[in-house]
């Protein structure tokens, strides 16, 4: 029976009146019906489902001459032929079929109550209908009758002690409502219901082969509901579990790494995502061979190079793909469209515009005779034409085919999606770029009102959809380059601010609320608002769902009309909580500066330069006390290409490209950028997307022997957010530090002294900073210069109370047990890592020495850091990556550095690269001695990297030894 399609076998028990006993034919008829039953059952239905429907039909015709009709026993019998019915394509006739014989099988249950078959078989035919209800887009009727068969096993499995006994029966009920939740749009409920399954599959032992869906769903789910990160995590989790109980080449293993790759790509992990890939396909090559699913698996690697600006490579594999997917399937299959699209996405990439928008247009040619006017692919497919012609210099073009995707999703029900509103920017720009720039700014401006709706919703209820999230800055990116290109600076300035910052704001402001929330009454508030803004997501989530498979316009206006009132429900709850909390209240849009009131917050010897790259353009701002200007120029592809190149050559010493910082240069001032900016002292620094992994001060003009650096100009702070600027800026040190903190130098299990690391001749340069090759925290290799850079740094600084702890003593309890109140700064040199970097690290974490407790497991992680009450004290974090994003949007403080700022420091000087030990305490000590004589932090740096930029000792001069800090704060 296709029930298997579900992985279950489950129950139901009506109530019906009481029935006869069912008769029973002599025991020879029944033994050649039951070795009938099983010669059919043995045969394949999906391969040939005609031979499965005969040999059913010949044990059906033998059961009636032995049972009468209306018998239980031909009810079970001809339930089989529903399996035929829905392979065969009549999906209606089996619905019927089935509705017309479970009646029968409830009779025998009320007439035999004790014997156990009737009620298996009963939910054996429930899931079937279950299967069918799906198919036939009736979710809520799936959903209710997954929801019975879970009762009836949950009723099944409870012991007399009360304790639930954990089957493949129930984990397979669990899951089943999944899969009727995720199709009806109940997305978070559909996680908590597969989390159900996989909890019960982790009691059994050994784990059942079949189990293995309910562990790649969970990832597809989260995937589906935004939550990347979580479902990063469960999607190595999961790889792991299944490794462990299926055999080697089980086709499970190569699903679940293809569904990881995707994720991470969309994390903008690209490096983990290309390796994540190429093992899945290796693994479904070994197994398979050149098989259709192998093939698709080469279009997700082929993806995934060409997010990480490996074109070439990428349409080599995307093109294998599709021609063997041509030759085998034909050039209209879905599979076959999938795998050119993948095509078509490496030619873009790749800068050869004209083939790719010919491909999509091919593409959009099929799936608008083939597939219906809701279809997601066909709506997105447009969406890939529009910016396929926009690339190929025919603006008028992409607004055209941008207006057509936009009335199929405003036809289809789909008017508010994230990608509906999205869409509505991308158009702006179109109309912008084709010539009409008033009416795009309109939309622009209205467009982004939207997002900003669909940001606070998102915002307010609480789980982490950095899918959405990226999705909805990505339509701000639309949207800015629109209004841009009017020259409204003012406006142009405030939708920057979404692009730039990311999801920095929304943590942070996520921390706060779940500290607020100790007060009862608050939490109740928060609460409030949370259930109903999920409500909310819910409801829009379902409408979506449903809307894409063209559900009938009667129910999408029901849906509609409930969204409203849950909507209203929002509002309320928001009201509510404004009025108690104001502060707890505000989103991202109330944080928001103004130009005017930024400008009113610099200092005349100020400038503001940000750096805003969109879906197509780059758009950079600048503004001082007395002028501002916006100019949108330039290809975002290209800078982040340049980027890349840069950061590449920065982190191996000799591997400085002159050229990328010189062309970057440009881009970042360009003329009316920089006769704003002038010679002004100090330039705050608002950078988004790649550019926040970039240090500015290697941006080089010159010649490649003879380089002058931007730093020689300008001393450079990079904010970590613009509302930064209401922060009062602290040009210099107190007359007299109070306290000076340091922790580093750990000691890790098995780690040998630093002599005698020294004296084997490990290496012949000093250790960098970084967890390259550990997979382990005692792989880690120590730091022989650390403890000498904080004693360097107390002795420089000369606080009234100076305590260094290095070594055994540089635990986290030490520091959650100091006097942060008086520390003026803090400084750790360590070990930085970023989440991935050790085995099970899922977040950014400095390394301390482990003291053997849970608390103090050595890594002092990004939620620990942001616990913890500092009074604006200047956080020196001399180790590598500190200021590495976690992102697809780069943003360079998504780490510990934000964890800091969150935590209460003032100002950091942290790190973008792996830091040499001797030159991460030569850097550090002298902007602090400079600072400590009351000098700017900004300009104290500035002159430290000067120092050996132009220094006497060459081996220095080169910017992946003096460039990798930056200071951040205001």
Not at 302 to 310: C, E, I, S, W, Y
Not at 953 to 970: E, I, K, N
Request: charged share 25%.
């Amino acid at each position: 029976m296709f029930t298997a399609a579900l992985v279950s076998a489950a129950a139901l028990a009506y109530p019906v009146a009481a029935q006869e006993p069912v008769a029973v034919p002599a025991a020879a008829g029944q033994a050649r019906l039951d070795a009938m039953f099983a010669a059919a059952d043995a045969l394949d239905e999906g391969a040939d489902p005609a031979a499965y429907r005969r040999s059913f039909e010949e044990v059906l015709a033998y059961g009636r001459t032995i049972y009468p009709a209306e018998h239980p026993e031909l009810a079970w019998v001809e339930s089989e032929l529903a399996t035929a019915d829905y392979l065969q394509g009549d999906i209606k006739g089996a619905e019927a079929r089935l509705s017309r014989l479970a009646p029968v099988i409830e009779a025998a249950i009320a007439a035999q109550p004790d014997e156990p078959k009737w009620r298996e078989r009963r939910m054996l035919i429930a899931n079937a209908q279950v299967v069918i209800y799906l198919t036939l887009s009736a979710f809520d009727k799936a959903s209710v009758l997954a929801q019975q068969v879970l009762e009836w096993r949950l009723g099944q499995a409870m012991t007399d002690t009360g304790e639930l006994r954990a089957s493949t029966e129930l984990s397979a009920a669990w899951s089943n409502l999944a899969n009727a939740q995720i199709r009806n749009g109940e997305t978070d409920r559909a996680i908590a219901s597969v989390r159900e399954a996989i909890a019960i599959n982790r009691r059994l032992d050994p784990i059942p082969a079949n189990a293995a869906p309910h562990f790649a769903n969970l990832v597809t789910f989260l995937y589906a509901a935004g939550r990347l990160e979580e479902a990063a995590e469960e999607g190595r989790r999961s790889q792991s579990v299944l490794e462990s109980f299926l055999p080697e080449r089980h086709p499970f293993l190569a699903v679940n790494l293809n569904s990881l790759a995707r994720v991470l790509a969309d994390l903008g992990r690209l490096e983990e995502a290309e390796s994540v890939a190429r093992k899945g396909l290796d693994m479904a090559y070994a197994s398979f061979g050149e098989s259709q699913q192998t093939l698709s698996y080469l279009a997700t690697l082929a993806h995934v190079l060409t997010q990480g600006g490996k074109a070439a490579e990428a349409e080599v594999l995307a093109r294998a793909a599709a021609e063997k997917m041509t030759r085998d399937l034909g050039p209209e299959a879905d599979r076959t469209l999938l795998a050119r699209d993948a095509l078509a996405e490496a030619l873009l990439e790749g800068g050869r515009a004209a083939e790719a928008l010919a491909e999509l247009s091919a593409i959009s040619g099929v799936r608008s005779n083939r597939y219906p006017a809701h279809h997601r692919e066909r709506i997105e497919g447009e969406d890939k034409l529009a910016l396929a012609a926009l690339e190929a210099g025919d603006a008028a073009r992409a607004r055209a085919v941008q207006q057509g995707a936009q009335a199929l999703r405003a036809g289809s029900g789909a008017g508010d999606d994230t990608a509906a509103v999205g869409g509505e920017a991308r158009l702006a720009l179109f109309e912008a770029l084709a010539g009409d720039v008033p009416a795009g700014r309109e939309r622009a401006v209205a467009a982004a009102a939207r997002l900003d709706a669909r940001l606070a919703e998102l915002e307010a209820g609480g789980a982490r959809r950095s899918g959405l999230d990226r999705q909805l800055r990505k339509g701000f990116g639309w949207a800015l380059e629109a209004i841009a290109l009017s020259d409204d600076v003012a406006q142009s300035f405030v939708l920057a601010q979404p692009v730039v910052e990311g999801a920095a704001g929304i943590t942070a402001r996520a921390a706060q609320r779940r500290m607020a929330a100790r007060d009862p009454a608050t939490a109740a508030l928060l609460r409030d608002r949370q259930d109903a803004a999920q409500a909310l997501q819910t409801l829009l989530d379902r409408q979506l769902r449903l809307a894409g498979l063209g559900a009938a316009p009667e129910r999408l206006a029901a849906l509609e009309a409930e969204r409203a009132e849950a909507a209203r429900r929002f509002e309320a709850a928001a009201a509510a909580l404004a009025a108690a909390a104001p502060d707890l209240a505000q989103g991202e849009a109330g944080e928001r500066l103004t130009l005017s009131e930024a400008q009113a917050l610099l200092a005349p010897n100020e400038a503001l330069l940000m750096i805003a790259p969109g879906p197509q353009g780059v758009t950079v701002i600048a503004a001082t006390t007395s002028g501002a200007a916006v100019v949108r120029h330039g290809s975002s592809r290209r800078a982040e290409q340049l980027v890349r190149t840069l950061r590449e050559g920065l982190e191996r010493p000799g591997g400085f490209d002159h050229a990328a910082a010189a062309e970057l240069r440009a881009l970042v001032l360009p003329e009316a950028i920089a006769r704003v900016i002038g010679k002004r002292e100090r330039v705050l620094v608002s950078a988004g997307g790649a550019f926040s992994s970039l240090p500015f001060a290697v941006l080089a003009g010159g010649t490649p022997e003879r380089p002058h650096w931007l730093i020689e100009d300008h001393a450079l702070v990079t904010l970590p957010s613009l509302a930064s600027l209401r922060q009062a800026s602290r040009p210099g040190a107190p007359p007299q530090l109070r306290g000076f903190l340091a922790l580093g130098a750990p000691v890790l299990a098995d780690s040998r002294p630093v002599q005698l690391a020294a004296a084997a001749g490990a290496s012949t340069l000093p250790p960098f900073r970084s967890a390259e090759n550990a997979s382990r925290l005692a792989d880690l290799p120590p730091l022989p210069a650390a403890a000498g850079e904080l004693a360097a740094l107390g002795k420089a600084l000369g606080a009234r109370e100076s305590r260094v702890l290095t070594g055994p003593d540089a635990t986290e309890a030490a520091l959650r047990s100091a006097d942060l109140a008086r520390v003026d700064v803090l400084a750790l040199s360590t070990h930085g890592l970023v989440a991935g970097e050790l085995d099970g690290l899922d977040e950014p974490a400095l390394v301390l020495t482990p003291d053997g407790t849970a608390q103090g497991d050595g890594l002092l992680t990004m939620e620990e850091i942001m616990d913890l009450r500092l009074a604006g004290a200047w956080v020196v974090l001399s180790a590598c990556n500190t200021a590495a994003g976690t992102g697809a949007d780069g943003s360079g403080l998504a780490g510990l550095a934000r964890a800091f700022l969150h935590a209460g420091a003032g100002n950091l000087l942290v790190s973008h690269w792996a830091v040499r030990d001797d030159v991460a305490a030569r850097l550090s000590t002298a902007t602090l001695a400079r600072y400590a004589k009351g000098g700017d932090p900004a300009e104290a740096l500035r002159r430290a990297m000067l120092a050996m930029a132009g220094g006497r000792d060459t081996a220095l001069r080169d910017p992946a030894l003096w460039a990798p800090f930056v200071f951040v704060g205001r």
